[in-house]
């Protein structure tokens, strides 16, 4: 197991590599430093002066790839590729293009995202499960039929639709919850009700269809035959056998996600004014801020790496026929 | 002449798509076991309503797509001059729905601007009023008396007009045999063609009446310039369609010859691939598009001169957002691929195929390639909904498409912040959720009838 686990973390390595040389190429090659001072400064009429004032106040100054001013070691250190790039891979995130410093913000900024998005993936999976179970139960169904159709309806509803309807309704037109901010300390519910019930309500339809088909797919096997001809009720079917089994594509489905839970939901956040790193990212990217684009290009790779690690190791604990040697 | 047409490029690439379907489609007929899956996705009630639905939203977007520059003066003798802007031939058709502006803000079917101004009298008195629209409900008297009734009468001539073109249509298309127009209508052929030609009967009959009423009325209101609301959902509806059918087929090619080669060839070939769109995949969607996104704006900014025209720039920017779309989510579909040719490449005509010595390029064409177009065409399907929501959010962020493009996103992220205004003007956002919402439901319904024609494990189950 550990070295399943130490082969997979190695295998991620040149993955990251990957994701580190893309996004060299897209932030310094394709558009060379000199373009994004411009862009910063405003338009055409910028001084040579200014421009490079702002490439050294921001150590874009230095050479790409190879700085033949510099002796030894220091040609290939004192570029922009192992200033801006490779330090990425120790999480020295370096500061932003405003001065400020990433990892510090990000350290502050998950949590608010945390408390976000952990309630909205607790509650929409009981929710979801509690639906599809009623689904599968009844399946086959008006019910079942009807339940199924408000379902796609349902997907077909752009979350924008969800956000800006429940910050509407809730928030403005029966007053209940503020309709953006954030707060410290216990007073945030307040501020946290209305994302989550709106993230779940998102995540109903596609999240209940999906899971019936999971729950029908395992009713038709034969062990749930076998527990019908020796007698159990259909409830006790449901829950003893059925759920169970097919709460291993479920949790694994979560597990992917769970690393991301760190990032947050970018929509939701910046709806709702919530001081979170989707938030921060939305903000960077209106900033047109390069270094925090970049540090959350390099942050989900990463996170996102953990997760699929993360899903073939719960898939030994809740699978016992998974081995991996 | 008094026009010269304009291809840009997302029109050139759509009349690619249309040639491609054509072969399809001639392809298709000629081969019966090709012809099989379709045959059940007509048997399908959903999905013949749904795809209804979803041909009447491709008329409208072909429609928007015949692009043309009008001639300036058209009387006058002499060589043509063109005029810069770029028309398309639905411009022409909504006609005063394009050029009828308000001042203003105002309410669907009001006669009155939605904000209070001052209004001078011809006396010289100045007065605090709501004033009188220029063109919404011209035709009745100053307070908008009657308008009721009027809207009623005139809806009813409107669908009345619609259900007269859809029984010609329907006719022509039963070559002219009342008979059998009889026979469909009642549902008593084979394929129950009825539900699409009911169907097609309740949209076109709304959408005539909806149409009638657009010429006296600004039906779903006017926006913050006083443009109207009606005329932007429709003119969104191509920026809908585009990012849903291009995406994918630019992403195709290279999903397809990647994902075929890795799960055929194998050995190094399969690592290199795999690596790249393991790599691809972990990078979020969302951020690697918002990244794209900015070097591109960055580009533009940098390099305005390339770009002869508005419209120009921000088809390329919409065309530059497919092709960074389906960066993002070909990956998927080359996996599946992979998975599928894996499976093949074992099956006993592929290796009979090697044993006499057929070259792997042929085996590829011939003997892979058709074996896997099922899952090639689920796919396609099903993630156009999800494309079409994702153009609202991405525009939403500001890294969709260009602000100057009618699109949904657009509709919605400018009206957003109205929701504060009391009144609350919603006209523009319930527009936007309400046609995206109309093509998403039925691209869904459509793709889960065709998800269930072709996957021949979900066959074997029935």
């Known amino acids: 197991m550990t070295a399943y686990i130490i082969r997979r973390l190695l295998y991620a390595l040149p993955i990251l590599i990957g994701v580190n040389a893309l996004t060299f190429v897209l932030f310094f090659v394709v558009n060379s430093p000199d373009d994004m001072a411009r862009m910063h400064l405003g338009g055409k009429r910028v001084t040579d002066q200014a421009i490079l004032a702002w490439k050294e106040d921001h150590g874009y100054d230095k050479p790409l790839l190879i700085n033949q001013s510099r002796e030894g070691s220091a040609q290939l250190t004192d570029t922009i590729l192992f200033e801006k790039s490779l330090r990425l891979f120790v999480f020295d995130f370096g500061q932003s293009d405003n001065g400020r410093d990433i990892s510090h913000d990000i350290s502050q900024r998950m949590w608010p995202s945390l408390a976000i998005a952990v309630p909205t993936l607790l509650v929409g999976l009981a929710v979801n499960i509690t639906f599809a179970l009623l689904l599968a139960f009844f399946r086959a169904s008006y019910l079942d039929f009807w339940g199924v159709v ?14 800006i309807g429940g910050q509407f309704l809730v928030g403005k037109l029966l007053n209940l919850v503020p309709i953006s901010g954030y707060d410290t300390g216990v007073h945030a519910w307040k501020f946290m009700v209305l994302p989550v019930i709106v993230g779940v309500i998102g995540g109903i339809g596609s999240g209940t269809r999906w899971y019936r088909t999971l729950f029908l797919e395992e009713i038709q096997r034969d062990y749930v035959r076998s527990a019908r001809a020796k007698g159990l009720s259909e409830h006790l079917v449901l829950f003893r056998h059925v759920l169970r089994n097919a709460l291993i594509p479920i949790l694994t ?59 073939d190791i719960s898939y030994t604990i809740a699978d016992p026929r998974v081995r991996l040697d | 002449m008094s026009f010269q047409p304009v291809i840009l490029w997302t029109d050139a690439l759509v009349y690619l798509l249309l040639l491609l379907i054509a072969v399809t489609i001639w392809h298709t007929r000629r081969h019966e076991h090709l012809l099989q899956p379709w045959r059940r996705v007509s048997a399908s009630r959903t999905g013949q309503a749904a795809l209804v639905v979803l041909l009447f939203y491709v008329i409208i977007g072909l429609l928007d797509t015949l692009h043309f520059n009008p001639r300036v003066d058209p009387g006058a003798p002499g060589d043509a001059v063109y005029s810069t802007e770029v028309l398309s031939v639905f411009d022409v058709i909504a006609g005063p729905l394009r050029t009828e502006r308000e001042t203003t803000y105002s309410a669907p079917f009001a006669t009155h601007l939605f904000s209070k101004k001052t209004v001078y009298r011809p006396d010289g008195s100045a007065v605090r009023e709501y004033p009188r629209l220029r063109y919404g409900g011209s035709h ?323």
Not at chain 2, 174 to 190: D, E, K, N, V
Not at chain 2, 320 to 336: A, E, K, N, P, Y
Request: net charge neutral; charged share 15%; hydrophobic share 55%.
């Open chain 1, 253 to 311: 489905g979560v597990v992917v996600v769970l690393p991301m839970l760190f990032i947050g939901s970018l929509l939701t956040e910046s709806f709702f004014g919530i001081p979170g790193l989707g938030s921060y990212t939305i903000e960077a990217i209106s900033n047109q801020d390069f270094a925090i684009v970049r540090a959350m290009v390099f942050l989900g790779a990463v996170l996102y790496i953990i997760g699929l690690l993360l899903t």
């Open chain 2, 140 to 462: 009745l008297d100053e307070h908008g008396n009657g308008k009721l009734a009027d809207i009623v009468a005139k809806g009813a001539l409107g669908a009345l007009q619609g259900a007269l073109v859809w029984l010609v249509l329907l006719l022509v298309l039963c070559l002219m045999q009342p008979a059998r127009l009889l026979r469909l209508l009642s549902g008593r052929t084979p394929t129950p063609w009825h539900v699409g030609a009911w169907t097609a009967l309740v949209v076109v009959a709304v959408f005539a009446a909806l149409w009638e009423l657009s010429e006296h009325y600004h039906i779903l209101g006017t926006g913050k310039v006083g443009e109207d609301v009606f005329f932007q959902a429709l003119k969104s509806i191509r920026t809908g369609l585009i990012i849903g059918t291009l995406t994918t087929l630019v992403m195709l090619p290279a999903a397809l010859l990647l994902g075929i080669m890795a799960g055929y060839f194998r050995g190094w070939v399969d690592d290199v691939i795999q690596y790249l769109y393991t790599t691809l995949n972990s990078i979020p969607g969302v951020l690697l598009i918002a990244a794209a996104i900015l070097m591109m704006q960055i580009y533009m900014s940098n390099h305005a001169e390339q770009f002869s025209s508005l419209t120009e720039r921000a088809d390329l920017r919409l065309l530059f957002l497919c092709l960074i779309l389906g960066v993002t989510s070909w990956t998927s579909l080359c996996r599946l691929l992979r998975g599928e040719a894996l499976k093949l490449r074992e099956l006993d005509y592929v290796v009979a195929a090697r044993a006499f010595g057929v070259a792997d390029f042929r085996i590829l064409l011939r003997h892979v390639l058709p074996n896997v177009m099922h899952i090639v065409l689920i796919t396609i399907v099903l993630d156009f909904s999800g494309l079409v929501l994702a153009e609202a959010v991405l525009s939403y962020i500001n890294i969709g498409v260009d602000p100057a493009t009618n699109s949904w996103g657009n509709m919605i992220n400018g009206a957003r912040l109205e929701l504060a205004r009391e009144p609350v003007v919603w006209w523009s956002l319930i527009a936007a959720f309400g046609f995206m919402f109309t093509l998403v439901l039925a691209a869904n319904l459509f793709s889960d009838v065709v998800r269930d024609a072709f996957d021949p494990r979900l066959r074997q189950q029935r």
């Open chain 1, 150 to 163: 408000i379902c796609v309806g349902m997907m077909s509803i752009s979350s924008l639709f969800y956000i």
